[in-house]
Each structure stands twice: as structure tokens, then as C-alpha cells.
């Protein structure tokens, strides 16, 4: 049966319109332009959701670059002191957070707090390091720095299980080879 046919036979079984007529031949174009037209408030809204969007991507970016730039400022001028005790009291509001900043504060202030024997805070800040950024560059450095205060204490048992546990978890790492003694 060809299309003629079936269009004759579909005009007498629907009223007088074929069942397989061709849609006018308008334009993508001009297609969307009458849809936008009879849909006015949809597209309204639409472009007002992307636009918000935008907006609030473009806040919060510059929102973080801020508070970046905030930290860092402060980051550096903690560790321009020559004093070390200075350094710990300027970092311990750094090393509060859950990012990659804070793991490095968090570290720098275990440094610190050693250099000015504060051991405990040392420890504290290094213990913290390991539990709360186990994957930081600075971990197996401050798990070291635990080795190094558990020595200071003559705890040499505790240190050797320390130094072990840098070789079992961080063998290639700079601090994982210097325990292996080259």
C-alpha cells in the first residue's frame, strides 16, 4: 500500500485529516521563537535560574579566593616570627578546619610548639595531623615528630613502634627512607 492509499483510507477513518501528515516545514528557529512567545513567563524564569546560578558560582569563587588570601596572609606572617613561641600562639587559630590549609598550619604548629619545647601541644597538634589528614604531604613528618617526642621523654619503646609504623605506612617518603637509614 503506498502513502497515498493510506492517507485516503486514514482520511475516511479520522474525518479529513491523514493520519501521516507532514508537519509544516517551519524553521528551528522559527519554532522556538513562537514557543518562547507563547511561553513567556516559563523562559523568564528559566533564564532567571541561570542567571542566579552564575551569580552565586561568581560569589562564592571570590568568596574563597578571599578567605585563601586571608589565610595565607596570615599563615606567613605567623611564620615570619624567629620566636617560637610567638609562631605557636600565631598559628593555633590556623589549624582549625578540614582542609588542606589547616593540615598544613596543623603541621607547622606541631613544628613550632616543638622548637619552644611545648611538647604537649606539639603532640596534640601532631596526633591530630595523623587522625584528621592521614593522606597530608606532612603526615608521616609529624608522626615523626612523635617519634622524636617520645625519645625526648625517654619513651625510646614507644619511639621504635613510631618508626616502624613510618616505614609500614610511608616507606617511599623522604622521612619512610631516613627510618630505613638510607
Known amino acids: 500500500m503506498t502513502v497515498e492509499k493510506a492517507n485516503k483510507v486514514n482520511k475516511t477513518a479520522r474525518g479529513s485529516r491523514p493520519l501521516f501528515e507532514e508537519e509544516d516545514k517551519k524553521g528551528d528557529l522559527q519554532q522556538l521563537i513562537e514557543h518562547v512567545q507563547a511561553n ?11 542567571v542566579l546560578v552564575v551569580l552565586a558560582g561568581v560569589i562564592y569563587r571570590s568568596n574563597t ?11 606567613a606572617k605567623a611564620l615570619e616570627s624567629e620566636d617560637a613561641n610567638l609562631r605557636v600562639a600565631a598559628l593555633e587559630p590556623l589549624a582549625i578546619g578540614k582542609d588542606d590549609l589547616a593540615a598544613q598550619a596543623l603541621y607547622m604548629l606541631g613544628e613550632s610548639a616543638y622548637q619552644a619545647q611545648q611538647y604537649d601541644k606539639s ?47 610511608w616507606p617511599a617518603t623522604f622521612v619512610g627512607r631516613r627510618q630505613n637509614g638510607g
Open 65 to 75: 579566593a578571599s578567605r585563601q588570601r586571608d589565610f595565607m596572609t596570615k599563615y
Open 123 to 169: 603532640k596534640t597538634a601532631y596526633e591530630r595531623l595523623r587522625s584528621e589528614f592521614p593522606n597530608s604531604v606532612n603526615t608521616p613528618s609529624a608522626v615523626e615528630g612523635l617519634g622524636f617526642i617520645a625519645e625526648n621523654k625517654a619513651d625510646h619503646e614507644t619511639a621504635l613502634g613510631i618508626y616502624k609504623e613510618i616505614l609500614e605506612k
Open 40 to 50: 513567556p513567563l516559563l523562559y523568564a524564569v528559566g533564564a532567571l535560574v541561570i
